[in-house]
């Protein structure tokens, strides 16, 4: 898939997402909090990777809108 490389594919793997279709499934947003909980210091450009991979795009080609809910999302989630 688009910007999902070794070590991304490695992370998604171990929390169960094997495949392009269940990330599709899960959406940008659930794969990430599944892996961010694995791993705790993945970031916003890693949020942005996901969703890129889903929508089939580069992910520095996002909406501007999207971007700025991914980044509300990620924000979101640091203060909780």
Request: charged share 30%; aromatic share 8%.
């Amino acid at each position: 898939m688009m910007n999902i490389g070794k070590e991304m594919a490695k992370k998604l793997n171990s929390v169960g997402i094997g495949s392009a279709e269940e990330l599709v499934r899960l959406g940008a947003e659930q794969a990430f909090l599944e892996v961010k909980g694995r791993y705790p210091n993945v970031c916003l450009v890693h949020l942005y990777a996901l969703e890129g991979a889903v929508c089939n795009v580069e992910f520095n080609s996002l909406p501007e809108d999207r971007k700025r809910e991914l980044k509300e999302f990620s924000d979101f989630l640091k203060n909780k």
